[in-house]
Antibody, heavy 125, light 111 residues
Framework: QVQLVQSGAEVKKPGASVKVSCKVSGYTLTELSMHWVRQAPGKGLQWMGG????????IYAQKFRGRVTMTEDTSTDTAYMELSTLKIEDTAVYFC??????????????????WGQGTLVTVFS | QSVLTQPPSVSGAPGQRVTISCTGSSSNFGSGYDVHWYQQLPGTAPKLLIY???NRPSGVPGRFSGSKSGTSASLAITGLQAEDEADYYC???????????FGGGTKLTVL
């Protein structure tokens, strides 16, 4: 049973950075393709970026390139998403979401079947 | 503005059948990429409902079904129940954008 447990809510000022963590249990991080999805209040889901098993690299949505960094600590099976130069409109719930790399490699499976509980990041001055 | 287009809302009475459309393009569905569907209840994380166009994960009722043809996909819910009231999202991969994409979401109201 895979579980993704995220860090707690954050309050930040515009211009600051935030780093959200996502701890994996039941799998190792290297067995998963980890992604980050955000949801602004009352809005839809927005893919921010994640590990692309096709080429073995982390890729970012164009909207966030230059401001977001996604990293992984395989010693603790924890993924991180850092967003810098925060704006008021970055206020959102940030989710980690993943699929099995093995399933992707064997049959191209890339549905996000595992999700963290979400982390609310509030940006206000 | 998402590359996958969904109606903002749909509604139906208990017991009825509703469908939610998801319109893509040649760079996602038309290129053979699969569509997945998620259900999001208020205040919770999304839950995978349909994967690889037509398949239900274990535990998802048979009332939910998915289909895909050409550059369009749809989610059908039969025997509508009050607990189905939620937001529904389609999702795929887009080769032009070089990443994963979600539809804008559809709010289902059970009358």
């Amino acid at each position: 049973q895979v579980q993704l447990v995220q860090s707690g809510a954050e309050v930040k000022k515009p211009g600051a950075s935030v780093k959200v963590s996502c701890k994996v249990s039941g799998y190792t991080l290297t067995e998963l393709s980890m992604h980050w999805v955000r949801q602004a209040p009352g809005k839809g889901l927005q893919w921010m970026g994640g590990f692309d098993p096709e080429d073995g690299e982390t890729i970012y949505a164009q909207k966030f390139r230059g401001r977001v960094t996604m990293t992984e600590d395989t010693s603790t099976d924890t993924a991180y998403m850092e967003l810098s130069t925060l704006k008021i409109e970055d206020t959102a719930v940030y989710f980690c979401a993943s699929f099995s790399r093995r399933a992707y490699e064997s049959r191209g499976y890339d549905a996000f079947e595992m999700w963290g509980q979400g982390t609310l990041v509030t940006v206000f001055s | 503005q998402s590359v996958l287009t969904q109606p903002p809302s749909v509604s139906g009475a208990p017991g009825q059948r509703v469908t939610i459309s998801c319109t893509g393009s040649s760079s996602n569905f038309g290129s053979g990429y699969d569509v997945h569907w998620y259900q999001q209840l208020p205040g919770t994380a999304p839950k995978l409902l349909i994967y690889d166009n037509t398949n239900r994960p274990s535990g998802v009722p048979g009332r939910f079904s998915g289909s895909k043809s050409g550059t369009s996909a749809s989610l059908a819910i039969t025997g509508l129940q009050a607990e189905d009231e939620a937001d529904y999202y389609c999702q795929s991969y887009d080769s032009s954008l070089g990443g994963w994409v979600f539809g804008g979401g559809t709010k289902l109201t059970v009358l």
